[in-house]
């Protein structure tokens, strides 16, 4: 019998063995904004002058959509920024103010999330209009009040908004009365309670519930405290879990109060869920030093710590790391050299991505990542990560030369390299035929870009995981 020439090359590649690698190539950095006073040189970018933000997260979602909050405005308001990275490059994207408070109100504005339909959530309180859930929607540009639920609710802490635009939250009923709840608008009437404090339920074995996170799959995860109402000192037992709409949970890490083997001698307080279960979260160890891990769903990986051999950071900063459904974990450290940076690691591989001292590209030419005192933060809150692997964050700005001049705080994205417009055709003549093929076994088992000579899923190496996209793909003519 004859043997198909394609089919004997799939058995040979099948045979070959290689190493997965996620960490993808960063092509470069997009700013979208800039904040500074307006009688600095330069003034602001895209922001108002002399409005800011403090320490505030970023945030990003796959279609590159960026949104923040700025809680100091030039009256009694706070406002919600939204812009994006404009494709074909350059050093600037766009994007402006979409929504700001009543001036009368004089109110307060969580931090924001943003899902990938481009709607924008946030708490507003403090005020004498109505406080509760606020959304905005990018595309039809329309704002207002989401949800006032649950009855009796003070606050509505972090919350979160997931693709079919339901959102996650720390409900608070007063001291020592919190929830992680879920509100959906197919039942605009109704919350889920994914777990509650004891103090709202003798029966829970929570004494407190700290910063949740939520995911499409209409999950929590966070730090919970176990022990009776008002129980709440650090010698508590402490766990990470994950929490269905149910109300049944996953656990996913014990602290030594909760385990006596556990490695974990503390946690931080928040923690990051992606949809496909990923967690990400950061603890001090007991036997010395701090770390950043990864739940995958059946085994924890070390990210990083700070007593490894041969360790790229010396210290974790208390911000909360960011994973996405690939399980790239972006978190902020200092490396060796005592310098504040922003990393991604997998597991596998660690990435200094942006470091203190390093030159971005700005609207006002060449900048640098630094303060006029030099033992001050240049980052602010947390990084957050989206499903390519972008990273946005904010940094405060300098001229190259001269950190004593202030161009105020920069608010980037550090880009992926794209994929191929056509994955699979390899010598670009529309196709994926066996000339395809040929070029992919050439390619087989070695590093490349990310997205070029048969890296399909983006990950800078081509192994078999490529191998079963390209079957998939092969005789099928471009789009």
């Known amino acids: 019998m004859t043997k198909h020439p394609i ?27 800039r904040t500074n006073f307006a009688s600095n040189p330069g003034g602001a970018f895209n922001v108002p002058g002399s409005w800011f933000f403090s320490g505030e997260d970023i945030r990003i979602n796959n279609n590159r959509d960026v949104a923040f909050r700025l809680s100091v405005t030039s009256g009694t308001f706070q406002s919600v920024w939204a812009g994006k990275v404009v494709a074909g490059g350059g050093p600037t994207g766009v994007g402006g103010v979409v929504y700001s408070s009543n001036p009368a109100d004089d109110c307060f504005i969580s931090r924001v999330s943003i899902n990938n339909l481009g709607r924008i959530v946030w708490e507003q309180n403090f005020s004498s209009g109505v406080p509760g859930l606020y959304f905005h929607d990018i595309g039809p540009a329309t704002s207002g009040l989401l949800t006032t639920r649950p009855f009796g609710t003070s606050s509505w802490s972090t919350p979160n908004v997931n693709d079919s635009n339901e959102v996650g939250f720390r409900s608070n009923f007063g001291t020592g009365r919190q929830a992680f709840t879920s509100w959906s608008p197919a039942s605009p ?21 700290f910063t949740p996170t939520f995911n499409n799959q209409r999950q929590i995860a966070g730090f919970v405290r176990r022990g009776p109402a008002g ?7 402490d766990e990470i879990r994950v929490f269905n709409p149910s109300g049944t949970s996953i656990l996913i890490a014990q602290d030594r109060d909760a385990n006596p083997a556990s490695p974990y001698a503390s946690f931080d307080n928040s923690v990051s869920l992606s949809n496909s279960g990923n967690v990400a979260f950061m603890a001090t160890l007991v036997a010395g030093g701090r770390g950043v891990f990864l739940y995958n769903g059946s085994t924890i990986l070390t990210i990083a710590t700070t007593t490894a051999p041969g360790t790229q950071i010396s210290n974790l900063e208390f911000f909360a790391p960011s994973v996405n459904d690939n399980g790239l974990v972006a ?5 060796t050299a005592g310098r504040r940076a922003i990393w991604v690691g997998d597991g596998t591989t660690l990435t200094k991505l942006v470091v203190a001292q390093q030159i971005l590209p700005s609207d006002l030419g060449d900048a ?24 946005a964050f904010n940094a405060a700005l300098t001229p190259p030369t001269d950190n004593q001049i202030e161009w105020g705080t920069g608010v980037y994205v550090a880009l992926v390299t794209p994929p191929p417009q056509c994955p699979g055709d390899l010598n670009n003549d529309q196709q ?33 995981a490529d191998l079963a996209l390209f079957l998939g793909l092969f005789g099928i003519p471009c789009p």
């Open 231 to 237: 129980a709440t000192g650090s010698s508590q037992p």
């Open 331 to 335: 978190f902020r450290a200092f490396d």
């Open 7 to 33: 089919l004997t090359a799939v058995l040979l590649v099948l045979a070959a063995s290689s190493t997965n690698a996620a960490i993808p190539t960063y092509s470069g950095f997009q700013m979208v904004a």
């Open 368 to 391: 640098r990542v630094d303060q006029n005192v030099t033992s001050s933060p240049v980052f602010g809150g947390a990084p957050s990560i989206n499903a390519q692997g972008d990273v």
């Open 432 to 464: 994926r035929n066996t000339a395809d093929l040929a070029l992919f076994l050439g390619a087989f088992g070695t590093s490349v870009p990310p997205g070029t000579s048969g890296d399909l899923d983006n990950n800078g190496l081509v192994n078999t």
């Open 189 to 209: 009437n109704t919350t889920i309670d994914h777990a509650v404090e004891a103090g709202l339920d003798p029966l829970s074995p929570y004494a407190f519930l």
